[in-house]
């Protein structure tokens, strides 16, 4: 079993940013396609932003390209999610989730991932 542990949200105001880290308790991160998703109050968990093992491809929700970056960086074993020009929309608890099945690229769907970290509150006021 693999913890991820998720740190980084709080409130910003809107155009502020926020960088969320995730790191693997007990594994290595090298191990893992990387993904993350978040989900507002009453609306389905959706795909935000993911990366590959190796870090060499990212992927990106239409709603945050250009302005979210994911990022890896296998020797500190952590991903992180960099937020910049936040919304009041993109308000929602952000989730990480490691993949071990998938070896090249990453998926976009939540059914693929087998871990999940316990999520962290995003708060973006107007």
């Known amino acids: 079993q693999v913890r991820l542990v998720e740190a980084g949200g709080g409130l910003v105001q809107a155009g502020g940013s926020l960088s969320l880290s995730c790191a693997p308790s007990?594994?290595?991160?090298?191990?893992?396609?990387m993904g993350w998703f978040r989900q507002a109050p009453g609306k389905e968990r959706e795909f935000v932003a993911a990366?590959?093992?190796?870090?060499?491809?990212?992927y990106y929700a239409d709603s945050v390209k250009g302005r979210f970056t994911v990022a890896r960086d296998n020797t500190k074993n952590t991903v992180l999610l960099q937020m910049s020009s936040l919304k009041p929309e993109d308000t929602a608890v952000y989730y990480c989730a490691a993949d071990y099945k998938t070896y090249s690229g990453a998926s976009r769907e939540t059914r693929t991932y087998n871990y999940w970290g316990q999520g962290t509150q995003v708060t973006v006021s107007s």
């Open positions: 990366v590959s093992r190796s870090g060499s491809s990212t």
């Open positions: 007990g594994r290595a991160i090298s191990d893992y396609a």
